[in-house]
């Protein structure tokens, strides 16, 4: 069963919240900082099959499972991690069970925030990377070309959630962490391919078509209000050239 959409953000509030990333300054030592570790779930069978998911509720193949053992053991062994505060995860199973992996390793708190879920992807859902990149190749071009901002408001359809609507969702639930946390804590966001590459867009700048992220990826956000710094990228890749994404 689809799950119900986040609401919708308006024009008007994209104008009034957004801030371009190069009118962000680092965190400094009289600003409280939460790290956030941005996490992609683990390999599912529709990955496996280069499938895109979206909002399809998918699984975690036993290959993502064991992504996520070995993933869990490597964020451990992160030192501002030793002492997690929370685990908040997407809704979809895929994220849940990548974070209930995470949980039990870190031994924290799973929390679920629907804030991280996957956006609906359209008519690409169940459709393979190959198919949809040469059958909509005239898109891809057309959206590579557009400067940064045009391409955050655009949506690969009508109807659909832009980047930009993507970020700030996850930027308010990241807002919404830093409030509940003392200086200096670590929590995790277990999320998916769009949102981190959303965020990683929006927040600090990057070309949002030639990022590439692999299953269980994940970033440091060290967030703080109006001031954020892009920390250690585990198989992430940003490009300046346009991917198979």
Same mark, same amino acid.
């Given at each position: 069963m689809k799950r119900p959409a986040t609401a919708p953000i308006t024009e008007q509030q994209l104008n009034r919240r957004y801030v371009a990333p190069e009118k962000c300054s680092a965190p400094d030592s009289s600003t409280s900082v939460l790290n956030i570790y941005m996490c992609r779930h683990g390999t599912t069978h529709w990955n496996l099959? #280069? #499938?895109?998911?979206?909002?399809? /509720?998918t699984e975690l193949a036993p290959e993502g499972i064991a992504q996520a053992e070995e993933t869990a053991k490597l964020l451990a062994s992160e030192p501002l991690l030793k002492h997690c505060k929370c685990i908040f995860t997407s809704d979809l199973k895929r994220a849940r069970h990548t974070a209930e992996i995470y949980g039990k390793q870190l031994g924290c708190d799973v929390v679920v925030e629907p804030r991280l879920?996957?956006?609906s992807l359209g008519k690409f859902e169940g459709m393979t990377k190959s198919e949809i990149y040469s059958q909509f190749s005239d898109l891809f071009d057309r959206l590579a070309k557009m400067d940064r901002d045009a391409r955050l408001l655009a949506?690969?359809? /009508?109807?659909?959630?832009?980047?930009?609507?993507t970020s700030l969702r996850a930027e308010e639930a990241a807002t919404e962490a830093s409030l509940k946390f003392s200086q200096g804590d670590a929590v995790l966001f277990v999320t998916h391919s769009k949102v981190l590459e959303a965020v990683l867009a929006k927040v600090f700048g990057k070309f949002y078509e030639g990022i590439h992220t692999t299953p269980c990826a994940f970033f440091h956000w060290k967030h703080s209000t109006n001031a954020h710094e892009l920390g250690k990228l585990q198989n992430i890749v940003c490009n300046e050239h346009q991917v198979e994404q």
């Open positions: 099959a #280069k #499938k895109w998911q979206g909002e399809q /509720d879920r996957e956006p949506p690969y359809f /009508d109807g659909l959630e832009s980047p930009m609507a």
